[in-house]
């Protein structure tokens, strides 16, 4: 009986044994699993104000400052002013600053104790964009602790999710239309539109007048080359491929401005190429817009379909690879 007895303790060690360790061991994993997500930085973290004087709020890398006169508010950041849709019934305000890279989300809340208004703003390169407002309220406040209130926010797309948390746990969610992208697009679409400047030719030697290497750029399915120290001039298209760069490719042979075209007869092809063998499909240079007035020229030759290789690789404008900047020269 006793050596059974000491058997079945054994035995009984030995389980509480295994399962402490693994208890152990998936609780370890837990706290890597939560390590990971908070490192992760997929979300917007809190900052925290190094001074805090009621209408100004500053942080290490942002200064807050609400200026309110005649019903009307307006918010100085790092001193710049900006008009805000605020309407403050609330005797208390207070900033809520949450940052993610370049990204940050501005919550302007005024509190008359027994509710908060959220004022929801996206900042970003020095443009603010409102997104909304929310409310919070705790009608029982007097019979219970005040919210202690969190936000967690992200980013999808073109929208801005604020979920909120009440004593640690979820509550009210908000998802606002975020403007800021379609804003960008537009600009983009402008900046892309206006490199299509009829009888503008771009070129890195303006100076040199009716002798200079040029671009000339009409709209997007209408663009030549006019290479002046070889008399070679070559037509092409071109398709827009992300927010500021557009990709060149070879029109086809039989178009006027093309190397073989009727207009220019006594166009000189470069030596050893013969644009029969050559792609319409895949794209000859890249150009990306600096701004209105200047672009990145990046010649990557001819692509032969024969020979599945680039022919022609020196840069037209400088007789290199380097890529170019070149500039609007004055209109003819």
């Not at 239309?177 to 983009?188: A, G, H």
């Amino acid at each position: 009986m006793g050596i059974k007895n000491t058997n079945r303790s054994i035995l009984l060690l030995i389980i509480l044994f295994f399962y402490s360790c693994k208890g152990q061991k998936e609780e370890k994993n837990s706290i890597s699993v939560i390590q990971n997500i908070k490192a992760n930085n997929s979300y917007f973290q809190l900052q925290k104000a190094i001074k805090n004087d009621e209408t100004v709020f500053q942080y290490r890398d942002l200064k807050f400052e609400l200026k309110s006169k005649e019903g009307e508010s307006n918010l100085l950041i790092n001193n710049e002013e900006f008009f805000i849709k605020l309407t403050l019934d609330s005797p208390d305000f207070n900033i809520w600053y949450y940052k993610n890279n370049i990204d940050k989300i501005i919550l302007l809340e005024g509190n008359d104790y027994y509710s908060s208004v959220f004022y929801a703003y996206h900042l970003t390169n020095n443009k603010l964009f409102y997104l909304g407002n929310f409310t919070i309220d705790q009608p029982n406040v007097e019979n219970e602790k005040p919210y202690k209130k969190e936000f967690k926010i992200n980013i999808d797309k073109d929208k801005v999710i604020i979920q909120t948390l009440l004593n640690g746990s979820p509550s009210i969610k908000k998802t606002f239309n975020d403007q800021i992208n379609q804003v960008q697009k537009e600009n983009t679409d402008i900046l892309i539109s206006s490199i299509y400047k009829r009888n503008v030719q771009w070129s890195n030697h303006c100076e040199n007048a009716s002798e200079k290497d040029n671009i000339m750029l009409y709209s997007p399915d209408e663009i030549s080359f006019n290479i002046t120290s070889i008399n070679f001039i070559c037509g092409a298209t071109s398709k827009q491929i992300n927010n500021n760069t557009i990709e060149i490719y070879l029109k086809d042979s039989g178009t006027d401005y093309a190397p073989n075209g009727e207009v220019y007869s006594n166009n000189n092809v470069p030596k050893g190429i013969n644009f029969d063998d050559c792609s319409l499909d895949i794209p000859i240079a890249r150009v990306k817009i600096i701004s209105e007035d200047s672009i990145e020229f990046q010649w990557l030759g001819f692509y032969n379909r024969k020979t599945n290789k680039r022919e022609y690789i020196k840069n037209p404008f400088d007789n290199n690879k380097n890529i170019v900047v070149l500039a609007p020269c004055s209109e003819n």
